[in-house]
């Protein structure tokens, strides 16, 4: 795994372990799960029983290979501390240390801060807030204030080093008596688990599966041994994401969900194109009662827009503007000399390979299957040279689009949000940004429980 995808892994896990003790589950299903990096970390560091779904016959062949791997290994290293997962968590361990140690400096500071003035009310304003820092102290002066509370329901607890509790923000938890989440010991049965977690490597089992997932699939068609799970998604793309949650509140096995959406561009609007016939029933926007009723509708480039990295970009990364120029121009050489304004074919990644604006061109063309030879030299570097010159106009109508990203992607999200808190049998629901948004861009995880039958 790269940086980014063991940073993604780690703390989406340890969140996802925290929900499967929450309710003493021990089955997990990936949706989405590519070539199993997340999945592969739950069977084998958690003894979590994952089942990884994912449309694509070449991921779940790749993800096979790389599980069998992991498993060879991880019988040598066994024995090794669970955090490191056969030898290929170093990188995270050292990243977990920095984290803890910040983690640390940041509660000793806050609770000198409450020892030395008055306690002051807890906000509850925001959705949007990060699991990290000061604000954890505030999330246990808040749990600890509901203890006093009563509680109908079985009471659950936390044990891990990343407490689920740890990564909600302050407003997660509903102020009804019903929903509240007191703390108590962990329950035998779990205990037993992680005992049997640590005593041998056949407990950790992944299982890849290919199908294509839909609102309406059926998971007991597709996981024959379906029993009280959690379901989860690590960068699901376009309508997966909010599949994710349409299957999680229609069917009584899945009791957690844990979601990170992404590819907003994919995503499916009702309100897109209203005058075009269309058979589809369940849209990926809006879902919420409230954004139906007012027919919201985004659009193509808004949803594009909402992909972009604002924090990238802050500190300088993410955003090319010779890559997108080189890509603007193309387009036009496209439309004037081959009358081509749509095609299906995309061009990629191509601009990495290329040593100029000319290679970019022809290896362009030739990857869209046109004929680049029609095209002399001159013809393609008169196009690069007259639009040289509005370069500036590109990177600023650009750095206006990324500016306006979270407006459009906190849109998407809350729709999602208020889709959750419209379930009743959800007993409380969260937004929470549980990755590094310089690492990964989509940072925010939707969470939900349902209630404890």
């Given amino acids: 795994m790269n940086v980014k995808k063991s940073h993604e892994v780690q703390a989406m896990s340890e969140l996802i372990s925290s929900i499967a003790d929450y309710y003493g589950v021990k089955q997990v299903i990936d949706l989405g799960s590519g070539k199993g990096y997340l999945s592969s970390f739950l069977s084998l560091k958690y003894g979590l029983h994952v089942y990884g779904i994912d449309s694509s016959n070449s991921n779940t062949h790749g993800a096979k290979e790389r599980n069998r791997k992991l498993k060879k290994r991880w019988k040598l290293h066994r024995t090794q501390s669970r955090v490191d997962v056969s030898g290929l968590a170093l990188k995270m361990a050292k990243e977990k240390k920095v984290q803890n140690e910040m983690k640390y400096k940041a509660d000793t500071e806050t609770l000198y801060s409450n020892s030395s003035a008055k306690q002051e009310k807890i906000s509850t304003s925001g959705f949007l807030q990060d699991f990290s820092g000061p604000v954890i102290s505030d999330i246990r002066i808040q749990i600890e204030n509901l203890h006093t509370q009563p509680y109908e329901e079985e009471n659950v607890c936390f044990m891990n080093a990343f407490s689920l509790i740890d990564f909600l923000p302050i407003d997660a938890i509903e102020p009804i008596s019903s929903l509240q989440i007191p703390n108590r010991e962990m329950s035998e049965a779990n205990k037993e688990r992680r005992k049997m977690v640590s005593q041998s490597s056949e407990s950790n089992i992944y299982s890849p599966l290919t199908s294509f997932i839909t609102a309406d699939s059926e998971l007991h068609d597709i996981i024959k041994d379906l029993e009280d799970c959690v379901m989860v998604g690590l960068h699901t793309c376009g309508d997966l994401a909010p599949n994710t949650l349409r299957i999680f509140t229609s069917n009584s096995e899945i009791k957690g969900v844990c979601s990170v959406g992404c590819c907003y561009h994919l995503l499916s609007e009702e309100f897109e194109n209203e005058h075009k016939e269309c058979t589809e029933e369940k849209w990926g926007f809006p879902m919420c009662q409230y954004l139906k009723e007012e027919r919201w509708c985004c659009g193509h480039n808004a949803r594009m827009s909402a992909c972009l990295a604002l924090e990238r970009v802050a500190v300088g990364q993410g955003l090319s503007t010779e890559s997108l120029f080189y890509r603007a121009v193309l387009q036009d050489i496209i439309k004037d000399c081959y009358g ?108 939900a429980l349902k209630k404890q039958q």
């Fill in 340 to 447: 081509i304004t749509k095609c299906s074919e995309h061009v990629g990644k191509i601009y990495s390979k290329c040593s100029s604006f000319l290679d970019y061109v022809r290896k362009s063309l030739k990857k869209l299957g046109l004929d680049e030879t029609q095209l002399p030299e001159k013809t393609i570097m008169d196009y690069y040279e007259k639009y040289k010159p509005r370069m500036n106009e590109l990177e600023a109508f650009n750095m206006l689009k990324v500016v306006l990203a979270p407006c459009v992607e906190t849109l998407i999200l809350l729709d999602r949000l208020c889709y959750l808190k419209e379930q009743e049998d959800v007993a409380w629901s969260a937004l929470v940004k549980l990755f590094d948004p310089v690492k990964s861009p989509r940072c925010y995880a939707l969470i």
